[in-house]
């Protein structure tokens, strides 16, 4: 039963939802952000850095899988991937159910928000630090991308919004360091928000792909704790063929990668790409404004 506590988010402008509050199970101000974790009866754990929701664990399976497995079954053979943020290690659990994959390097802003998910997402987070194929780096993700010589066949941003230290994730620097980092055929996944209340974001991110890669597009997933219908994860690649990989050719893929999900199917995979009108116009315009 609540304890009257309640947790504001007050991302959108002209909107706010609020979570009523169990418990606060961990609360700090970090060198980079705010950060609280507490307890919701409908969503159960929900973090929060600068009072913007990260991740919840009721549906956290969904964002996860839909970043991680969409690009690694279109790829195909993905064996080196680099996750930016992402610091739950969520993201990270499930780019390690592909047996394929032989290293998985995490680029962290904030060793904090590492250090207390040890102890607050344990139960999906602690095979992850305990794998042998995990490096964790410590570091501002615009200034690795920049200076790695390290090449990767997925990219995946799990960023907060571009706003604050997540901000220099959404430029067009940072995804030119990307493509020079990506084998050939690589692909980059980016969290893009809520089209309906994020339009812009979605825009702007598709016309810096455009410049730089010869496929740039978006692809969506229906998450409730971020409040506004579809979230769209952004899509870049040079290999074309990609986005379109049938859903044959990905259920033999994921059949043979024997992994178990809760969002994502093969047919999933391949409707993520069809896009609501309204989505496909703000993509459309980033292509033709790049």
């Known amino acids: 039963m609540s304890n009257g506590l309640t947790f504001n988010e007050t991302l959108h402008p002209g909107v706010q939802v609020?979570?009523?509050?169990?418990?606060?199970?961990?609360?700090?101000?970090?060198?980079h952000q705010d950060l609280v974790l507490f307890s919701n009866p409908v969503f159960g754990k929900v973090l929060m850095l600068d009072g913007i929701t990260q991740v919840t664990t009721a549906d956290e399976f969904i964002y996860h899988e839909m970043m991680s497995h969409v690009p690694l079954m279109a790829h195909g053979n993905a064996r080196n991937v680099l996750i930016v943020g992402g610091g739950d290690?969520?993201?990270?659990?499930?780019?390690?159910?592909h047996t394929s994959v032989e290293t998985l390097a995490q680029v962290e802003i904030d060793r904090s928000v590492v250090d207390f998910s040890k102890e607050h997402f344990a139960d999906f987070n602690t095979?992850?630090?305990d794998d042998p194929r995990f490096e964790l780096v410590i570091a501002d993700g615009m200034k690795f991308m920049a200076e790695?010589?390290?090449?990767?066949?997925?990219?995946?941003v799990d960023s907060t919004d571009p706003q604050g230290p997540g901000a220099v994730l959404f430029s067009e620097e940072f995804y030119r360091n990307v493509h020079r980092c990506l084998t050939p055929g690589g692909i980059l996944v980016t969290q893009n928000g809520v089209p309906f209340l994020q339009r812009g974001e979605l825009v702007t991110s598709v016309q810096r792909f455009s410049r730089?890669?010869?496929d740039a597009a978006a692809y969506i997933a229906a998450i409730p704790t971020y409040f506004g219908g579809h979230m769209a994860l952004g899509w870049a690649t040079d290999n074309t063929d990609l986005r379109s990989t049938p859903v044959s050719v990905l259920t033999e893929r994921f059949e043979a990668a024997a992994i178990e999900t809760r969002y994502y199917?093969?047919?999933?995979?391949?409707?993520?790409?069809?896009?609501?009108?309204?989505i496909l116009d703000a993509v459309e315009e980033g292509r033709k404004t790049a």
Do not use: M, N, W
């Not at 790695?148 to 995946?156: A, G, Y």
């Open 212 to 214: 730089i890669y010869k």
């Open 148 to 156: 790695t010589d390290r090449s990767f066949d997925v990219v995946i």
């Open 18 to 31: 609020s979570y009523s509050c169990d418990e606060i199970l961990y609360q700090e101000k970090t060198e």
């Open 127 to 129: 095979r992850v630090l």
């Open 265 to 278: 199917t093969p047919e999933v995979h391949a409707a993520a790409f069809a896009l609501p009108r309204f």
């Open 89 to 97: 290690c969520g993201l990270a659990e499930e780019v390690l159910k």
